[in-house]
């Protein structure tokens, strides 16, 4: 291949070999001419980490009374002081892992589907800690300590509503949007035992959130059902809301707990957090917006030199 430059364009001849050796005028089999050129750097998950990007996790858990009565053994919430129910081994198995990834370690710890105190009227988006002024806990033992003490206080009711917290945490992830800097993503952890009632308004949701900052992780408890979940995780196509607006990124990831319940650390871990790596810099990327800190050297999301 020869080259010439012509200004500022580049210009290749593209030579086949064994023609010139066959044909006395032979000159080229075309011309290719390079009239642009724009680098960008793509910076990896740990790049953003190390910039000052700081995860978010929020955990939300389903009181429904599809879960059956926390009094009766085969209830999903059963309280029992010598044995972990399922959602206590959801929860410490997953959020152990989600918990690596926040750095202050507090964890946002939300429920819904649940009658709750003092007028017991349903609640599809409440603190289980009861301050609504600070839903937070200390690491995932104080979510655990906070939903053993919510349990007894609430009565299990429905509908199954996860839309009013998708779209919840999306209005923090679209604040932090305005900043135009990637420092803070947010993870929204859903434990549910994955009778959906809201399927439509939760698709809509998950649309709108995925132009923002922002993962959902849906962990599916027990033995129902999860196909609605399965529709929720883009792996098999791309999500669309109800009107047919297409999501801009793939932003779910179902996992069902009875098929991992008895992984090791380092499965669950692979399975839980797969994808989150890559929707962080997928959104980044979108945005062009680089780590904080090379963001505060270059002074600019443009263009650098490839890596």
Known sequence: MQKAFEGEQAQWDCVNAKYKQKKRNY????????????????HSFLDYIMGGCQIHCTVAIDFTASNGDPRNSCSLHHINPYQPNEYLRALVAVGEVCQDYDSDKRFSALGFGARIPPKYEVSHDFAINFNPEDDECEGIQGVVEAYQNCLPKVQLYGPTNVAPIISKVARMAAA???????????????????VVTDMSDTREAIVRASHLPMSVIIVGVG????????????????????????????????????????????????????????????YY???ELPPRSLGAQTGEAGASSAP
């Open 285 to 287: 990327s979108h945005k």
């Open 176 to 194: 932090e949007e305005r900043t135009g800097e990637a420092s803070q993503y947010y993870i929204l952890l859903i434990l549910t035992d994955g």
């Open 223 to 282: 033995n129902a059902d999860f196909t609605d979940m399965q529709i929720l995780d883009g792996d098999d196509g791309v999500l669309r809301s109800p009107r047919g607006e297409p999501a801009l990124r793939d932003i779910v990831q179902f996992v069902p707990f009875r098929e991992l319940k008895n992984a090791s650390p380092a499965a669950l871990a692979k399975c839980v957090l797969a994808e989150v790596p890559k929707q962080v810099v997928e």
């Open 27 to 42: 000159k080229n089999s075309g011309v290719v001419i390079l009239s642009d050129l724009k680098l960008h750097r793509v």
